[in-house]
């Protein structure tokens, strides 16, 4: 069907538009869901890694007590060798 009026031309590029609007609201949507999405699994990345990174140091501190221990216990039976 052919389009001859000018009402017909305006109905049909209305129709169009309010399309083309739904569409774009539609994308615009979807893609802030997207955004949202991404940046919430960020946000888990980087919790995770503050998790790790607190833990590690924890273990750092474990171990360095462990090695002033046997660093102690070390000197102590070196002094007993020589004297």
């Known amino acids: 069907m052919e389009l001859q ?8 590029l ?16 979807d893609m802030k869901e997207l955004e949202v999405n991404k940046i919430n699994k960020m946000q888990d990345e980087l919790s995770e890694l ?17 090695a002033t221990a046997i660093g102690t216990v070390a000197g102590y039976l070196i002094s007993l060798l020589f004297k």
Do not use: C, P
């Open 14 to 29: 209305s129709s169009d538009v309010k399309h083309l609007t739904q569409t774009i609201k539609s994308f615009g949507e």
């Open 5 to 12: 009026t000018d009402r017909e031309i305006l109905v049909q």
């Open 50 to 66: 503050k998790t790790w990174k607190s833990q590690f140091g924890a273990v750092l501190k474990v171990l360095t007590v462990i």
